[in-house]
């Protein structure tokens, strides 16, 4: 029976990752495998963050921006980035950069099963699979699925942030190539947050992404048509063609979930919480979080490390989730007077809960109250007559 000192179970972003910071690290030596039921061999998606500090995949970004466009019925701006950059990563470029480096590990293996049991017996992780039974000294584990969540609607919220993009080429030259539209409120909200994304690569190729932050999801066909309503009503595209599509589904959860669920095993990823509650970014999270294990690691022999999220930006989530679920349409004001009274760069800390208090207030002062005191009193409320059940 193989066995090994670290076994990641999930082979995306979050296990690519962490495999990856061990193979760089002093723990190069440790027996490492990966299971995941199949290999990433296509474009599957994208990641767009901002970020000051260099990350290890710079060389990777596929584009990269120092400035951002806002747009509503109303409102239409540009924000200068300074020290900020913008910057997207496709998924099949990262996923054949971290294949090549861990291939130059002979510590790593990589496994394509159906991963049917995980656990802990004997101090020691297993993970059952239709290959086989593969055991290890810790488990991280990123196989996120929601059917195994014992959710508690009348606590906590639960929406998703869902998408569908496309990358097309038109024949005139209509965008612009160093400035992306980060949100574009120009479609009917219909008591939801809407909006439409625009990543351009040239003036006239770019990425056009329709999101929505709601409890349902929509058929297929139904995001189709409001892209193309968007492209041919808004953006007045007679024709196009389209390259490449991308969709997606990410939770936006504030149930807390366990990092630790049990003596040797580590939640990774979003099953980690790493997934921003309110936005949905995760891969600079993920980062971090994989560096913190790694050093964990290195330092105590074991993966257990403090994680750094402030309280009260864990209720500004909580705040602002339930406005979105309430109150949807409200978004675009808030957002506009948002993006309309700070600099774009206080915006990111405070997204990223790396603010100070005073921008913090700032912030706060600059929106409407009205739809936050109202979420304040509603939280209070239902959390209260959980407590008293």
Request: proline share 4%; hydrophobic share 35%.
């Amino acid at each position: 029976m193989p066995k090994y000192d670290y076994i990641i179970a999930g082979g995306g972003c979050a296990g690519l990752s962490l495999a990856y910071q061990i193979s760089r690290s002093k723990l190069r030596n440790k027996k490492v495998l990966i299971i995941d039921k199949s290999v990433k061999n296509t474009n599957d998606r994208t990641w767009s963050f901002w970020h000051q500090e260099a990350t290890h995949f710079d060389h990777l970004f596929y584009r990269q921006w120092q400035q951002i466009r806002f747009i509503n019925q109303e409102y239409n701006e540009v924000h200068e980035l300074k020290d900020w950059r913008y910057s997207m990563l496709r998924g099949i470029d990262f996923y054949e950069y971290i294949y090549e480096e861990l291939a130059q590990n002979p510590n790593i293996d990589k496994l394509y099963a159906t991963i049917e049991e995980l656990g802990e017996e004997d101090e020691r992780v297993f993970v059952q699979t239709n290959e086989g039974r593969y055991e290890g000294d810790w488990l991280f584990n990123s196989c996120f699925k929601d059917e195994a969540l014992a959710k508690e609607p009348a606590r906590y919220h639960y929406l998703l942030q869902h998408f569908l993009g496309w990358v097309i080429e038109v024949e005139e030259d209509i965008f612009t190539p160093d400035c992306p539209t980060m949100f574009d409120f120009r479609t009917q909200q219909a008591e939801e947050v809407r909006f439409l994304y625009t990543l351009p690569f040239s003036k006239n190729k770019a990425l056009v992404e329709y999101t929505i932050f709601g409890r349902e999801l929509y058929t297929q066909d139904f995001y189709e048509k409001e892209l193309k309503q968007y492209l041919e009503a808004v953006l007045k595209l007679k024709s196009y063609k389209i390259h490449e599509v991308e969709k997606g589904c990410i939770p936006m959860y504030d149930h807390p979930f366990e990092t630790f669920p049990s003596p040797r095993t580590v939640h990774i990823g979003t099953l980690g919480g790493r997934a921003k509650p309110s936005t949905g970014y995760a891969f600079l999270r993920i980062q971090e979080q994989s560096r913190q294990l790694v050093k964990a690691l290195l330092e105590t022999g074991k993966p257990q490390y403090t994680i750094q999220d402030y309280s009260r930006y864990q209720y500004y989530d909580t705040l602002l989730l339930n406005i979105l679920r309430d109150k949807g349409d409200r978004i675009s004001d808030i957002f506009t007077e948002m993006f309309k009274n700070n600099p774009i760069q206080r915006i990111f800390r405070f997204l990223d809960a790396s603010a100070s208090p005073y921008d913090d207030f700032r912030i706060m002062w600059s929106v409407p109250w009205q739809p936050f005191l109202e979420a304040i009193w509603k939280t209070r409320k239902q959390r209260s007559r959980v407590e008293t059940q």
